[in-house]
């Protein structure tokens, strides 16, 4: 049996703090997700979840700390050169191009020279994963529903053959309903085994459907443990569940 839980770790944030000109908004976080986790860290408005998202994609760099990603110090480098290191992120609005088709925008995942030759492969596996978009895919994409275009970006994140999926908000603005379907979709990748952390303020969601969770209040991460466990923690019951 492998017991060198280590060499499963996908990312490692390690004691960052991170900030904006002066202004320093996260503090002293570390957050770890390993192979096959659907992670989420949640938090209410303003308390630095997108601000950790971006240091890992390589769009802030830490004042302090270390990013890990596979093994890897990754703290310097630019958004592009962690897309090609297999890091997805798809961040929040979705950003997709509402007058190209459903498959024209999915197939713009695929825009790395390495990814190439395994587009047609890659494009019927997000089917697979969305049997729905199939029959969506000659539409444009700004006719669709805020859920299906969630999937879409999904979709499209995937095309890149990620070892790793950050996802900010993905079910901001959407119905109940289509909140649903988002989560299930998150899962299923995470099931299918790739590794997800999940930013979200929807915090019962997020505990309903991940393995772990990390709580940030403020810039600090406050609370961590197997989400079941969190369900059930007075504070989250209290603060984030109105019980
Ligand atoms: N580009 C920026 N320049 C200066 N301050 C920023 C910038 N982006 C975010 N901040 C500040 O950093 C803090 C954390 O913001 P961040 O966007 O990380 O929070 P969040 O948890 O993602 O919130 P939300 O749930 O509203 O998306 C906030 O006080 C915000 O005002
Ligand atoms: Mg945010």
Do not use: C
């Not at 024209?104 to 890659?122: M, Q, T």
Request: hydrophobic fraction near 45%.
């Amino acid at each position: 049996m492998n017991t060198d839980l280590s060499s499963d770790i996908v990312l490692k944030v390690n004691a960052v703090d991170l900030g904006y000109g002066s202004l320093q908004v996260v503090f002293n976080a570390s957050i770890e997700v390993r192979k096959g986790e659907l992670v989420g860290l949640v938090g209410g408005n303003g308390s630095g979840k997108s601000t950790i998202l971006r240091a890992v994609s390589g769009m802030i760099k830490p004042w302090a700390g270390q990013i890990l990603f596979k093994g890897e110090e990754i703290s310097g480098l630019e958004p592009h050169e962690m897309a090609e290191r297999g890091l997805a992120h798809v961040p929040m609005g979705r950003q997709l191009f509402p007058n190209l088709t459903v498959e024209d925008n999915i197939l713009l995942g695929s825009y790395l020279p390495r990814l190439r030759a395994r587009r047609n492969v890659n494009l019927e596996k997000v089917y697979a994963l969305f049997p729905d978009l199939k029959k969506l895919s000659t539409l444009t994409a700004g006719s669709l529903s805020g859920g299906q275009q969630q999937m879409v970006a999904i979709g499209r994140a995937l095309m890149l053959e990620p070892d790793l999926f950050i996802l900010d908000e993905p079910s901001l603005g959407l119905s109940p309903l289509y909140v649903k379907q988002v989560m299930h979709a998150i899962r299923k990748l995470a099931d299918l085994g790739f590794p997800v952390l999940l930013v979200e303020q929807n915090i019962k969601q997020v505990l309903q459907f991940s393995h772990r969770a990390y709580v940030l209040e403020n810039g600090r991460l406050v609370l961590d443990g197997p989400s079941s466990e969190l369900q059930g923690h007075p504070m989250i019951k209290k603060a984030y569940l109105g019980l």
